[in-house]
Nanobody, 125 residues
Framework: QVQLVESGGGLVQAGGSLTLSCAASGNIVEISNMGWYRQAPGNRRQLVARQLVARINRDGTTHYADFAKGRFTISRDNTQNTIDLQMNSLKPEDTTVYYC??????????????WGQGTQVNVSS
């Protein structure tokens, strides 16, 4: 079992910055991908409507959603099993809940994705 704890959400004015952090703990064997999704802004009825924000592989390879490119930066510490998401130039449309995830692998078994509880980001205009 792997637990993910997120921190760093909050309220910020448009144009401001926030850093989200996520720490994985528990019986960790190997974590391949880690990253962040967010609840699709404005889509409160569809609980499964999450959109990828950014992900980072164990080797440091990153991928960003188009809306995150140039504004958000994801980083990772493999020794601590943590990731950070630096978010700059925030916009009101970035307001939503952000979820951390980690893909845990044990030997040849398929990876299992764990999720954090989510952290709220509010950007005021």
């Amino acid at each position: 079992q792997v637990q993910l704890v997120e921190s760093g959400g909050g309220l910020v004015q448009a144009g401001g910055s926030l850093t989200l952090s996520c720490a994985a703990s528990g019986n960790i064997v190997e974590i391949s991908n880690m990253g962040w999704y967010r609840q699709a802004p404005g889509n409160r009825r569809q609980l499964v409507a999450r959109q990828l924000v950014a992900r980072i592989n164990r080797d440091g390879t990153t991928h960003y959603a188009d809306f995150a490119k140039g504004r958000f930066t994801i980083s990772r510490d493999n020794t601590q099993n943590t990731i950070d998401l630096q978010m700059n130039s925030l916009k009101p449309e970035d307001t939503t809940v952000y979820y951390c995830y980690a893909d845990h692998k044990i030997g040849v078994n398929p990876e299992f994705r764990y999720w954090g509880q989510g952290t709220q980001v509010n950007v005021s205009s």
